[in-house]
């Protein structure tokens, strides 16, 4: 009897906590952003058909909407939509249009002035391999219509992710999975994952610039070229280009003389890879950059949709 009293009385303080940790805004945010998310393989990709709004750290909502498809919506693909010819865009959060609304994104700015159909392929952090991935199943689920132009917008935090996907083994997947999961619904797990993130640097650390980088022996470059591989074996892709970002400094300015840009352009060269760098635009502008993050802010995003659209008309 003791025991069942125990239990029972565990159990009201749980589902009490629960209950009032449901009130606390950033925990709630936190839900909502992973809850757009659902796996496909080992990778996190958007869910189908969701349509959420979150709060940013300086109070301002940004909107994610997906369609059956899993994509964010474009002005093109809100509806499932379907064409003979398109313009995809692939990478992580900067194609997917981390921290903005729908209508903010580089692919959605991209369909308001163009006259091909945009669509959106970005997924935030999934690395090189997962962005394969995620393109494979892109043209899994479309596959009567031809890519135009296959647009990556490059951002170096990939040679983080592809790491730590390298390196994790198949019980780290699964641990993930269930870590994942577990952070979708219960507010007491979200919130000992926000007291640790509150003790981490907001913005991200520079990265190390080591020997297997400089000599393009780091894993990202051979998962740059089963990707490029892929493309130009791929005869639904006509056109590919990779748009080097420049990442914020901690001083707030753009790292236009990053190692790893330098890096990454030479491997390009060598490797006929067709890419455009965009730090000028950036060291130019006012602010492209949400400061307390390091992504674009809304005047970024615009600047490179700006960018690639002088640059389709040249082709």
Not at 7 to 21: M, N
Not at 231 to 257: A, R, S, W
Not at 258 to 284: A, D, G, Q, T, V
Request: aromatic share 14%; with cysteine; proline share 4%.
């Amino acid at each position: 009897m003791k025991l069942n009293k125990i239990i029972f009385i565990v159990l009201f303080l749980y589902l009490g906590i629960e209950f009032l940790l449901s009130f606390h805004l950033e925990i709630k945010n936190e839900k909502l952003y992973r809850n757009i998310h659902c796996f496909y393989k080992n990778f996190l990709f958007l869910c189908p058909n969701k349509e959420v709004q979150i709060l940013r750290k300086d109070k301002k909502f940004w909107k994610v909407s997906t369609n059956t498809f899993g994509e964010r919506i474009t002005r093109n693909t809100l509806k499932d939509q379907e064409y003979n010819k398109e313009i995809w865009f692939i990478g992580d959060s900067i194609s997917f249009g981390y921290l903005v609304n729908d209508e903010e994104s580089v692919p959605y700015l991209m369909g308001l002035k163009q006259t091909l159909p945009v669509r959106n392929l970005g997924v935030d952090s999934i690395g090189t391999i997962g962005i394969l991935e995620r393109l494979k199943k892109g043209i899994e689920d479309h596959p009567d219509l031809t890519i135009e132009h296959l647009i990556w917008i490059y951002n170096t935090s990939d040679f983080t992710d592809d790491v730590i996907y390298h390196k994790k083994k198949w019980f780290h997947h699964i641990g993930f999975k269930i870590h994942y999961t577990i952070s979708k619904y219960s507010n007491i797990y979200n919130l000992f994952l926000l007291l640790k993130k509150q003790g981490q640097n907001a913005l991200p650390e520079p990265q190390e610039i080591t020997e297997d980088i400089w000599n393009h022996t780091h894993i990202t470059f051979e998962n740059i070229k089963l990707l490029t591989n892929y493309i130009k074996n791929e005869p639904k892709i006509k056109n590919f280009l990779i748009v080097l970002y420049p990442g914020m400094k901690q001083n707030k300015k753009p790292d236009v003389d990053s190692p790893i840009l330098i890096s990454l352009e030479k491997f390009f060269k060598k490797h006929n890879i067709n890419f455009y760098k965009i730090s000028k635009e950036f060291e130019e502008a006012k602010s492209p950059y949400i400061e307390y993050d390091g992504h674009p802010s809304e005047e970024g995003y615009k600047i490179i949709t700006s960018i690639l659209i002088d640059y389709l008309k040249l082709l």
